[in-house]
């Protein structure tokens, strides 16, 4: 375009460089762009991850921490001498597997205790202490560390054991222990119980002699 400014009125002249400045650049007061959306945007919510599939639970695992308890008419085995073999199972659960067991009167009986857990003798031990009849377990499991129990002699103070019928050693995860004594001549009921201290409330039962 050839026109001269000169021969125009400068108020034209003004009004096309308006024009022409109003093309070119943005006025200044114009809103910036928005940045991209990708950082300003309120995020989006991730997707969720797929979700791991549940495994299966196996009934061991979910019985992990369940006490396989043996009923007492499966308690006792009698060998072929005639010797009632009794084996009773104990747990890091502070729990005995069996709570009553039956041997006939003056019956050689082979009793063993097993420890399934992992804990130290130290920490979850566990015996077995067969006592008279008309002895109670909660009185003597109390009774225990007033007449001097300790690992020493295995939670059974000398000065308790004539109320004793038989017991084993106190043993900690992965021990067992056996123990041959004859039942009692006379028909009954004989408490027995763990006396690590603090154990006779949840380990405890009774062996019938009959
Ligand atoms: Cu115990």
Redesign the pocket.
């Known amino acids: 375009m050839t026109i001269s400014l000169r021969a125009m009125p400068s108020w034209l002249v003004l009004v096309i460089a308006g024009l022409w400045l109003a093309g070119c650049s943005p006025p200044a007061d114009e809103p910036p762009a928005p940045p991209p959306a990708a950082d300003d945007a309120p995020p989006l919510p991730a997707p969720a991850p797929e979700p791991a599939p549940e495994p299966a639970a196996t009934p061991a695992e979910a019985d992990e921490d369940a006490v396989e308890m043996v009923p007492p008419e499966e308690a006792v085995s009698v060998d072929d001498a005639g010797v009632a073999q009794v084996t009773i199972g ?1 747990t890091d659960q ?1 729990q005995f597997t069996v709570r009553e067991f039956t041997v006939e009167a003056g019956q050689e009986v082979e009793l063993t205790l097993i420890h399934e857990g992992r804990l130290a003798a130290q920490v ?4 077995v202490v067969i006592l008279q009849p008309g002895e109670d377990y909660m009185a003597f499991g109390g009774q225990v560390m007033i007449e001097g129990g300790s690992m020493d002699n295995d939670y059974l103070p000398e000065g308790m054991r004539d109320r004793v019928i038989a017991y084993t050693r ?1 043993i900690g995860g992965g021990e067992t222990d056996t123990i041959r004594f004859t039942a009692p001549d006379t028909p009954g009921e004989y408490p027995f119980l ?3 201290p603090g ?2 409330g949840a ?1 405890n039962g009774v062996m019938i002699v009959r």
């Open positions: 104990s502070m979850m031990g566990h015996n106190m763990c006396t690590f154990h006779f380990m």
